[in-house]
């Protein structure tokens, strides 16, 4: 708006934005910093703005990239020496569509490489630093976004989740940070990590902000064979969007007849609403301080009439196995295309063609990487398949329904993202069982396929910060981030 007025230019939205990226130098967020394309950008758009042309919604709106995008602007390194020097020559779906509207991007930021990790701290580039404590983790995979959102370098910042890579992050640095729908926002031209989980979304510091991101990333995309239809496309969304009791109950938005799936409008959001809390996650497991936030949360919405339901959900705690046979199996899959043939990097030590292939797939992937491979191609393998694969295949139906029927008993679930706020850096890097530990409320999500709202919720006694994740039925997105507004507190 500032810019349409002409009180503002976009050159100087992306000239600050730069400034503040080279100020934080030291916090490792950027792997990539685009002054000369950015800036070219802010110029063609300030030049329609003068010509009186429309510019976009997002006009001179600075944004961050994660470093898994393709984009015509920079190197997709994944922040994995494997892909280093790949430059594409097509834009994601999603980053053409945020462009369209007159968005910025200043720079590619870091994450653990191909995103498999909680800490970015498993980057080839090394750590992102915590934006409230540098001594701590910025969360992960997609820390360096979050961090750039935080330390308000940017307005908003891509991400992806394919296990809590979003979410996570955005509350180890006090922002919001959505994993959608499955499939609400193309994957095309993503770095592929486990197909049939893998997210696109945003950290933003506001829910208005990642609505209105939202609404312009989402969409079906002919690239994407499991995209899914617009995401203001009220008639689009299936029964589940208005499903649960108070959407049944509440009263419905003027002039829409009942039973037809209902927009978040203002009316929506402000009905009673029954609220889930997991019994389950009430234990040591989760750290205290977290604790006592979401005890805090439920006050704040009982004082706003809400309703809080316990819930017993004993599948959850088999997700985190589930999700650690599952995920990489089709990370083996989807990595096994880095050959040293086809991008980036290739090993110079190699005089046949398998010793290109080995040498460079053992110097260019990371150790987490690895490990994923292998453990992907075991549970694959012919002896194990059905011991592991297809067990695990099965346990995710069984966690598909369970949520399915605790839906049937609320509206929403809120629950902590992790079991702990920032660790300290170093902290399980060398241990990565404890760091899968972290992603123990959050992959359930992804196994399930419904959208979780990561959303601030106050400071640990150390000064850390603490978040919670709305989660709902599949495609009720538009209405977690709705319903997020009425969890704002000035103290978060
Ligand atoms: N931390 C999880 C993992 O390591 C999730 C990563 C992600 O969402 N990309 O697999």
Known sequence: MKIANKTVTATRLVKDALEKAKHFADYNIFTFIDEEGALKRAAEIDAKIARGENAGRLAGVPYA????????????????HILEGTASPIDATAVAKLEA????????????????????ENSYFGPTLNAYDKTRV?????????????????????????????????????????????????????????????CVGFFAKSPEDLDLVMSIAAGQDPKDMTSLPDYY???????????????????????????????????????????GIIKDFDNDVVNAEIREALRKKCKLLESKGHEIVELEMPTLKYALAVYYIIQPAEVAS???????IRYGFRSENSQDLDSVYKNTRDEGFMPENKRRIMIGNFVLSSGFYDAYFLKAAKARTMIINEYAAAFDKCDFILTPVSPNYAFKLGEKVNDPVAMYLEDLMSVSLNLAGIPGLAIPAGEAKDGNKLGLQLVGPRRSDKNLIAFAKELQDEND
């Not at 989807?334 to 040293?340: A, K, V």
Request: no cysteine.
């Open 233 to 275: 496309d009220d008639d689009a969304y299936g029964d589940d969007a208005s499903a649960g009791p108070a959407a049944a109950s509440s009263p419905t938005v003027a002039g829409v007849p009942a039973g037809v799936p209902q927009a978040a409008s203002p009316a929506d959001a402000k009905a009673a609403k029954k609220i």
């Open 65 to 80: 990239l994660k470093d898994n995008f393709l984009s015509r602007r920079g190197d997709t390194t994944a922040s994995a």
């Open 138 to 198: 910025a969360g992960g995979s997609s820390g360096g976004s979050a961090v750039a959102v935080a330390l308000d370098i940017v307005e908003f910042a891509t991400g992806t989740d394919t296990g809590g890579s979003i979410r996570q992050p955005a509350s180890f640095n006090g922002i919001y940070g959505i994993k959608p729908t499955y499939g609400t926002i193309s994957r095309y031209g993503v770095v592929a990590m486990a197909s049939s989980l893998d």
């Open 101 to 120: 509207e007159g968005a910025i991007m200043i720079g590619r930021t870091n994450l653990d490489a191909f995103a498999h990790g909680s800490s970015t």
């Open 334 to 340: 989807n990595l096994s295309r880095y050959d040293g």
